[in-house]
């Protein structure tokens, strides 16, 4: 089964900008997580942020986790054409696998 | 860091014939790994948990006569599909958690297995 919803689930920019992307989960979690995916390719896991986390930041992206809302953001800031992927939150809850959501494209036109 | 790897990276097979995935953990050792489905634009889907020296878990839905899965030692799991048909055809991806990191949440995903059954 699916937790998390990705919104939108489609985003197209202009390189230089801003891409943010969002995610909404049903469930307590232990953390989230963010993956890209590139077509066709396996998946590369970009940040975890734990359920006592609010922000982190890892060079280009910052995650901010809501456990109130149950939700998570997801920003690349100045964004690049080789940004262009597909990119997932996945959550964990106890001791199960990852569960992913649907995913987000993201396009980024040079 | 940890380094996961899928063989082969396509396959392309007749209906009714099996095909074997391999999925081997290069760098560290994995008591877990985990079998995921992606159909074209979809999202990733759980099929199984492969445990080392015990039967796999398997989500509700997947058949396990079907899909069959060994994981034999610590670095090395397989995903058999018995008798392929057509709508088996998918993108299959596995996944491992190093739990002697320090970071036991985070799975490492093989670059994954295009299978086409015709």
């Known amino acids: 089964s699916q937790q998390g919803e990705e919104d939108p689930q489609a985003l197209s920019i202009q390189e230089g900008e801003n891409a943010t992307m969002n995610c909404s989960y049903k469930t307590s979690i232990n953390n989230l997580q963010w993956y890209r995916q590139n077509s066709g390719r396996g998946l590369v896991h970009l940040i975890l942020?734990?359920?006592?986390?609010r922000e982190k930041h890892s060079g280009r992206l910052r995650v901010t986790l809501d456990t109130s809302k149950k939700s998570s953001s997801l920003l690349i800031t100045a964004s690049r054409a080789a940004d262009t992927a597909s990119y997932f939150c996945?959550?964990?809850?106890?001791?199960?696998?990852?569960?992913f959501g649907k995913g987000t494209r993201l396009s980024v036109i040079a | 860091g940890a380094v996961v790897s899928q063989h082969p990276s396509w396959v392309i097979c007749k209906s009714g014939t099996s095909v074997k995935i391999e999925c081997r953990s290069l760098d560290f050792q994995a008591t877990t790994m985990f079998w995921y489905r992606q159909f074209p634009k979809q999202s990733l889907m759980l099929m199984a948990t492969s445990n080392e020296g015990s039967k796999a878990t398997y989500e509700q839905g997947v058949e396990k006569d079907k899909f069959l899965i060994n994981h034999a030692s610590l670095t090395l799991s397989t995903l058999t599909v018995t008798s392929a048909h057509p709508e088996d055809s998918s993108f299959y991806i596995c996944s491992a958690r190093d739990q002697g990191s320090g970071n036991p949440d985070t799975q490492y995903f093989g670059p994954g297995t295009r299978l086409t059954v015709l």
């Open positions: 942020i734990r359920s006592n986390e």
């Open positions: 996945a959550t964990v809850s106890g001791n199960t696998p990852l569960v």
